[in-house]
């Protein structure tokens, strides 16, 4: 996990291919300030990453929280979704929604 300032929040993964995804956390253009997503839109409902253990999920999460980010659903185990299903909810500022997980 990398910040690389206040208003951008990154996580990449490595082992020979380099994915690293950035969140806004501040809209920077007034034009789109007030758009707010909408689930129930046909297309993206949310976006998912799983990691690798809990620790990387809670982590994330304190850091969220460093960064004001509106949290949806603290970090627990959610036993409907899966047995041993650990995930963290919380919103860019249009509202999309964002899941990490894991499965321990």
């Keep these: ?3 690389d300032d206040t208003e951008l929040f ?10 690293f995804f950035l969140f806004e956390i501040k809209a920077e253009n007034k034009e789109f300030k007030d758009d707010i997503f909408d689930k129930t839109r046909v ?7 799983e990691f690798e253990n809990k620790s990387a999920v809670d982590n994330i999460y304190k850091k969220l929280l460093e960064l004001d980010v ?6 627990q185990f959610y036993p409907d979704y899966g047995d041993n299903y650990y995930a963290l909810y919380f919103q860019d500022p249009n509202g999309f929604k964002m899941e990490f997980a894991a499965y321990l």
Excluded at 10 to 19: A, D, K, Q, S
Excluded at 70 to 75: H, L, M, R
């Design 70 to 75: 509106k949290i949806s659903d603290k970090p």
């Design 43 to 49: 297309g993206l409902h949310h976006f998912a990453l």
């Design 1 to 3: 996990m990398e910040i």
């Design 10 to 19: 990154g996580i990449g993964f490595g082992n020979g291919l380099r994915i």
